[in-house]
């Protein structure tokens, strides 16, 4: 990979919880190679309190419908 490569990036959810939800992103070169890999863990929280609470209904729909 050098600077001016062109790249795709694919997202993938890999688990929604009640809570938090899983993405997976895999990061391919021009031929399709895979270069890079991310998973992440996202936490629903509270502004105020920043406690944990539940994934709001409209995130929870958007995720499993565009990446489920």
């Known amino acids: 990979m050098r600077l001016g490569d062109t790249l795709a990036v694919q997202v993938t959810l890999e688990h929604a919880g009640r809570t938090s939800f899983i993405l997976c992103f895999r990061i391919l070169d021009d031929t399709g190679r895979e270069i890079g890999a991310v998973r992440t863990v996202q936490v629903a929280v509270d502004a105020g309190s ?15 419908s565009r990446l489920g």
């Open 50 to 64: 920043w406690r944990k609470r539940v994934v709001p209904d409209e995130l929870r729909q958007a995720l499993t």
